[in-house]
């Protein structure tokens, strides 16, 4: 066990655990930051997206030891008030359906537009290409960050 001192969606967070452990499970298990979820365990469908300094990374397989001081955004942190101009477009397509895949889907919109603010659809299926949402909203995923892009 070690004691690492982070950086959680602007506040400043201390836990004990095991260096390996997976930054999801720090958040989830450690901290009750529950919008991360666990989907497959292997980085390969973008549920447990999170913005490690601005980029999109999988936590699932991120261990605690390599964040570093670096900042650490969740999609509890992404809005205060839940009013960040993606979560709106969401709302406005009617995005989820489920709703289990979308706060990793929200985060990798949020990190296209940081980079590319008005992104291609090739752009747009580039950086969401590793998000899977098992009601296949994609569509509307795609309309809403065109949406999200103008606000």
């Known amino acids: 066990m070690a004691v690492f001192n982070l950086n959680i969606n602007g506040t400043k967070q201390q836990v004990d655990v095991d260096p390996k452990t997976p930054v999801l499970w720090v958040l989830r298990e450690h901290l009750n930051l529950t919008g991360t979820k666990y989907g497959c365990g292997v980085a390969a469908c ?11 990374v999988r936590s699932c ?3 605690v030891v390599a964040i570093g001081s670096k900042a650490v955004t969740t999609i509890e942190g992404l809005s205060e008030n839940g009013d960040h101009r993606l979560q709106k477009a969401w709302l406005e397509h009617d995005v989820p359906q489920c709703g289990y895949c979308q706060g990793g889907q929200v985060m990798s919109a949020a990190a296209l537009l940081k980079s590319k603010p008005s992104p291609t659809d090739e752009d747009i299926d580039a950086a969401m290409s590793g998000n899977i949402c098992r009601c296949g909203t994609y569509v509307r995923i795609k309309a809403a960050i065109k949406t999200a892009a103008k606000l």
């Open 61 to 63: 397989q991120l261990p």
């Open 46 to 56: 973008g549920a447990c997206t999170i913005h490690l300094d601005g980029t999109a």
